[in-house]
């Protein structure tokens, strides 16, 4: 744990002034962590003997992430063109005596999709009018969560959420982590709106929606990194961050709290 919370403040020092600064700066710091889950994603894959393209889906993510960046009008043309790649790709692999191209082609297309796509969100959220004290808003409310989640489900939780996905995973702690979200919410938008710049941007009930929503649904992005971690037989996505395991790891949450935070603003906020 003091590793883990170590760890944390360190990403926390590097990564606030690219928050604040925006820009290229951003960009550089999203794109490790989502080009990073990418590779291991692939390694995963790898592990049990199938073989989606390595250059295609991690060089293909970083695409993805730059389209949506700099050239947010041609960024479907760009994944359409690569998952045409990825196919026209596993075509010759099959050829040249891969049996299993088919199911290659559809780990390579759901790489560039799930990390590259709705990763993409992550860079969405900051583009946004004060973008900054968005992200500060939707991506603290998901780490609360999952921090709820974990100390309450480890001291109390007795009733299993899912056996065979996440053991140690409790209806107690998923309960705690919904009602850490609601109070996360509420408390933020009270925040930002008194002492920050959101002033009549958000309301307190705004907020605590917000964060009921992303209670009950980013558990799942958990879930499912799990998912392909208990296919491949990793522990973590790798150990490449003291504490935390891998970038995967740590995007799990925040693939699907961007999504749905980039969403629930521009329809209910902005």
Request: aromatic share 16%; glycine share 14%.
């Amino acid at each position: 744990m003091r590793r883990r919370v170590i760890t944390s403040l360190a990403l926390v020092l590097i990564g606030m002034p690219a928050i604040i600064l925006g820009g290229i700066f951003y960009f550089i710091l999203i794109s490790i962590f989502i080009i990073g889950a990418a590779w291991e994603y692939v390694h995963m894959f790898h592990a049990v003997n199938s073989l989606p393209g390595m250059v295609l889906t991690v060089g293909g993510v970083g695409l993805i992430l730059a389209a949506r960046m700099f050239f947010p009008n041609h960024s479907g043309t760009v994944l359409s063109i690569l998952v045409l790649l990825s196919l026209a790709w596993h075509l010759l692999s099959y050829e040249r005596g891969r049996e299993q191209a088919a199911l290659d082609f559809g780990a390579t297309a759901g790489g560039l999709v799930y990390i590259g796509w709705v990763g993409a969100y992550l860079l969405d959220i900051r583009t946004l009018p004060f973008g900054g004290w968005w992200f500060m808003l939707v991506l603290p409310i998901v780490w609360l969560i999952d921090s709820g989640a974990y100390s309450i489900g480890a001291a109390y939780g007795k009733h299993k959420m899912a056996k065979r996905l996440s053991p140690k995973k409790s209806w107690e702690g998923y309960a705690a982590g919904i009602f850490t979200g609601v109070l996360a919410g509420s408390f933020f938008a009270y925040a930002y709106t008194n002492f920050g710049n959101l002033a009549g941007q958000i309301t307190i009930l705004k907020g605590a929606l917000l964060g009921l929503l992303l209670g009950v649904l980013t558990p799942l992005g958990d879930l499912g990194e799990s998912l392909f971690k208990r296919q491949s037989g990793f522990k973590d996505s790798s150990q490449i961050i003291p504490g935390h395991g891998g970038f995967f790891d740590r995007i799990d949450s925040w693939l699907w709290g961007a999504f749905i935070g980039y969403y629930y603003l521009r329809w209910f906020i902005l």
